[in-house]
């Protein structure tokens, strides 16, 4: 079982910059044994793939965000981490953190970025 607790969302101009906080806790083995991911969510759109770092901190990233997100982990602090620079209007979304294991989900409840132009 893993809880995930995110943070750091809010409204930002474009251009800006916000930095994502997804807290795990786990009963037994905390978050190294979990691919972590980046999720967001528009209205009326699907939820997306943002940026995934695995257990051994290789990342992937959606074409839209490369160069402009990073993903990164930290095992000790059970916390993962998601930098986000020159912000569009086009990233307004809930963004979620969520942990993989085995094809196994675990979600957090989200946190609102906005970009206004």
């Known amino acids: 079982q893993v809880q995930l607790v995110e943070s750091g969302g809010g409204l930002v101009q474009a251009g800006g910059s916000l930095k994502l906080s997804c807290a795990a806790s786990?009963?037994?083995?905390?978050?190294?044994?979990?691919?972590m991911s980046w999720y967001r969510q528009a209205p009326g759109k699907q939820r997306e793939l943002v940026a995934r770092v695995s257990t051994s901190s290789s990342t992937n990233y959606r074409d839209s965000v490369k160069g402009r997100f990073t993903i990164s982990r930290d095992n000790a602090k059970n916390t993962v981490y998601l930098q986000m620079n020159s912000l569009k209007p086009e990233d307004t979304a809930v963004y979620y953190c969520?942990?993989?294991?085995?094809?196994?989900?675990?979600w957090g409840q989200g946190t609102q970025v906005t970009v206004s132009s």
């Open positions: 786990s009963s037994i083995s905390g978050i190294s044994p979990y691919s």
């Open positions: 969520a942990a993989e294991r085995g094809g196994y989900y675990y």
